[in-house]
């Protein structure tokens, strides 16, 4: 289920104007849904958007907790002027000079870890005439399966092959 942020201060949605479906590129992995994509969010009379979360005492996430972080980008408009923007994870890079394709998704996605409060920025270069902008986020909190493994016989494929 996919929940959208509501009055996220300093951000504004960005109109579908071109009510242009959201096609997923053949080797996307994540898929996620055409209607998750036509919406996103840029900052107002800003040339940088920071988000932040945190693990609570709830999740029982132990001493050094992992995350696994996927940001989707897409841009919906026709857009004459360039966008470009950093994306860093806790001040650490994961693209430079990125700029989202018109209503085909581009997925970033990396590990975060540690118990403490995590932050992601989108900063525009100077180059960028435009804010940044995100449709979409999911984190994922990743946990060790300690249980034993199957069996090697259990996953053998026979064929592999492509329609």
């Given at each position: 289920?996919?929940?959208?942020?509501?009055?996220?201060?300093g951000?504004?949605?960005?109109?579908?104007?071109?009510?242009?479906?959201?096609?997923?590129?053949?080797?996307?992995?994540?898929?996620?849904?055409?209607?998750?994509?036509?919406?996103?969010?840029?900052?107002?009379?800003?040339?940088?958007?920071?988000?932040?979360?945190?693990?609570?005492?709830?999740?029982?996430?132990?001493?050094?907790?992992?995350?696994?972080?996927v940001?989707?980008?897409?841009?919906?408009?026709?857009?004459?002027?360039?966008?470009?923007?950093?994306?860093?994870?806790?001040?650490?890079?994961?693209?430079?000079?990125?700029?989202?394709?018109?209503?085909?998704?581009?997925?970033?996605?990396?590990?975060?870890?540690?118990s403490?409060?995590?932050?992601?920025?989108?900063?525009?270069?100077?180059?960028?005439?435009?804010?940044?902008?995100?449709?979409?986020?999911?984190?994922?909190?990743?946990?060790?399966?300690?249980?034993?493994?199957?069996?090697?016989?259990?996953?053998?494929?026979?064929?592999?092959?492509?329609?």
């Amino acid at each position: 289920m996919w929940q959208r942020y509501e009055n996220v201060d300093g951000w504004t949605d960005v109109p579908n104007k071109s009510n242009g479906e959201i096609k997923n590129s053949t080797n996307d992995n994540y898929d996620a849904p055409s209607a998750v994509m036509r919406s996103a969010s840029i900052p107002v009379n800003d040339s940088r958007m920071d988000l932040s979360w945190s693990s609570d005492s709830s999740m029982n996430v132990g001493v050094d907790p992992k995350f696994f972080l996927v940001l989707y980008f897409a841009e919906l408009e026709a857009v004459q002027e360039l966008r470009q923007f950093d994306v860093s994870v806790d001040n650490n890079p994961l693209a430079s000079a990125f700029s989202p394709k018109f209503l085909l998704p581009t997925v970033l996605s990396g590990i975060v870890q540690g118990s403490n409060e995590h932050s992601i920025s989108l900063v525009a270069t100077s180059n960028s005439a435009l804010q940044p902008l995100i449709s979409a986020m999911e984190i994922y909190m990743l946990r060790p399966v300690n249980e034993s493994t199957t069996d090697s016989l259990d996953g053998i494929c026979y064929s592999s092959g492509y329609f």
